[in-house]
Nanobody, 122 residues
Framework: VQLQASGGGLVQAGGSLRLSCAAS????????MGWFRQAPGKQREFVAA????????YYADSVKGRFTISRDNAKNTVYLQMNSLKPEDTAVYHC????????????????WGQGTLVTVSS
């Protein structure tokens, strides 16, 4: 599985962005998809995840109520809608895929995209 993230950019605090992650490979629909982020000088952290069917979603407390993860298996794409953005959301956002059990653990994911930069100005 190859993953290509896009949709990052510069936005003012309170604004919105929608990230996309396009996947190649016929096993996409069987994998958990996750979004992680890494800010400068900080460790990579879990943001959100969605199960293979889209029926279950999981969020970090820091983004709950502001971010929404979704997927379209027909298009092999997962999305991250980010609303009410804050300067502390500034980071490189990575999408990941895998047959994971612990969705919030980065090493559980076998496949990673290259990342897309989100910058939120105050």
């Amino acid at each position: 599985v190859q993953l290509q993230a896009s949709g990052g950019g510069l936005v003012q605090a309170g604004g919105s962005l929608r990230l996309s992650c396009a996947a190649s490979g016929r096993l996409f629909s069987s994998y958990v998809m996750g979004w992680f982020r890494q800010a400068p000088g900080k460790q990579r952290e879990f943001v959100a995840a969605i199960d293979w069917s889209g029926g279950s979603t999981y969020y970090a407390d820091s983004v709950k109520g502001r971010f929404t993860i979704s997927r379209d298996n027909a298009k092999n794409t997962v999305y991250l809608q980010m609303n009410s953005l804050k300067p502390e959301d500034t980071a490189v956002y990575h999408c990941a895929a895998g047959a994971v059990r612990l969705y919030f653990i980065a090493r559980e994911y076998a496949y990673w995209g290259q990342g897309t930069l989100v910058t939120v100005s105050s």
